[in-house]
């Protein structure tokens, strides 16, 4: 039997003919760029994740980038974030000039820990006026961003009582995340400043290439995010400050609105999915790994089941020769990576984010992925441990 990490062809077959009648509806308008799909889209995504205003932009990195830039971060400036996340996180800061301040994760659920950025702010900053100052290197500390890793939402109310206590904004990576949920019903990305989504296309909602999207709840940053997406006017040929080309095509929001349909069920898919693994592993009373958290009364969406395993390259290896296919998200802490080593951080730092990288092991959890498919799977993770 196979197992792909991802079936992308199985989801299209399902909506095809929708798929294949937005596209041609955008044909025949030749509105490209911007325009009444894109509006639409952002009217949708606003709703579905209970914020005032959405903006949707060219990919998810760049969602990053411009909530970055509306927040004024630039060179010399430190933004507050995890070291255990796709790159993109802190590749964005860096582009901006500014340094990421790196701080751990919490060991299960593999998101920014609320007790790390507490010691890094109270021990490693202090106040001067009304700005956080790194006391090491003279950085302005500007903003905290969380990651809500894997579809589970970071603990946000203690870490907006964090950036409360220090005057600080939250702009949420929730690029993996949408509709997310706390246990009072606060979606992922309306709950900070800034909400940024990725709509790549191996992402629970997922365009036919890159495209993003940015959710915020105050006008005046809306406003803001939406002048720096086209060069930084409200006018044409018309420029108040320098932004860039950040703008959603139609295409790509046609696209994401018939799917957008769909997200929901395809989250239920997904959440039956994790469950039925739930059970069979804990049938298979393999003490060797573990599987993940429950989301302690909120929404889990799932776009990766990621484990933890000892032995977890050689339990890959073993997996890839039965036909299954994982992924490993992420082999490398950020604070790790060579592009970073300018950072100054020792081997032993960040300690949970180091062990994430080497145990974690993502298991196909797309929402076609048939039970039978669950349980070769679980039984050839037993079999390797056995």
Not at 24 to 31: I, K, L
Not at 74 to 100: K, M, N
């Amino acid at each position: 039997m196979r197992v792909p990490l991802i079936d992308l062809k199985a989801q299209y077959a399902q909506i095809r003919d929708e798929v294949e009648k937005a596209i041609r509806e955008v044909c025949s308008s030749q509105y490209f760029v911007l325009g009444p799909r894109v509006e639409e889209f952002e009217r949708r995504i606003a709703e579905y994740s209970r914020a005032d205003y959405a903006i949707g932009l060219s990919s998810g990195t760049d969602a990053l980038l411009v909530a970055l830039m509306a927040l004024d971060v630039g060179p010399g400036d430190e933004v507050v974030t995890t070291p255990y996340t796709f790159f993109a996180t802190a590749g964005t800061i860096a582009r901006l000039g500014a340094r990421p301040l790196f701080c751990d994760i919490d060991e299960a659920t593999f998101n920014l820990a609320p007790s790390a950025v507490a010691c890094c702010l109270s021990g490693q900053c202090e106040r001067v006026g009304a700005d956080v100052i790194n006391k090491r290197t003279g950085g302005q500390v500007k903003a905290i961003l969380p990651v809500h890793l894997f579809g589970q939402m970071a603990d946000m109310d203690a870490l907006l009582d964090i950036a409360g206590r220090y005057g600080l904004p939250v702009v949420e990576d929730a690029a993996q995340a949408i509709g997310a949920e706390l246990g009072d019903g606060r979606r992922a990305g309306g709950v900070g400043d800034i909400g940024c989504f990725s709509f790549f296309p191996t992402k629970n909602l997922g365009a036919f290439g890159d495209a993003g999207m940015c959710v915020v709840n105050d006008t005046e940053l809306a406003e803001r995010i939406r002048k720096l997406r086209v060069h930084g006017g409200h006018t044409k040929y018309l420029h108040d400050e320098v932004g860039g080309n950040f703008r959603l095509d139609a295409l790509q929001a046609a696209i994401l609105l018939v799917k957008l349909n769909h997200l929901d069920r395809w989250t239920r898919s997904r959440q039956d999915n994790a469950a039925r693994y739930g059970r069979l592993f804990d049938d298979a009373q393999i003490p060797e790994f573990v599987t993940p958290p429950p989301a302690h009364g909120g929404r889990h969406i799932f776009n990766q089941y990621v484990i933890r395993a000892e032995r977890r390259d050689e339990l890959r290896s073993y997996l890839a020769e039965q036909e299954i296919r994982t992924e490993i998200y992420y082999p490398l802490a950020l604070h790790e990576q060579a592009c970073f080593a300018n950072l100054g951080h020792a081997a032993g730092d960040f300690p949970n984010a180091r062990r994430a990288a080497a145990e974690s092991l993502a298991l196909p959890i797309y929402p076609e992925l048939g039970s039978e498919q669950i349980e070769y799977v679980v039984s050839s993770v037993a079999a390797f441990y056995r």
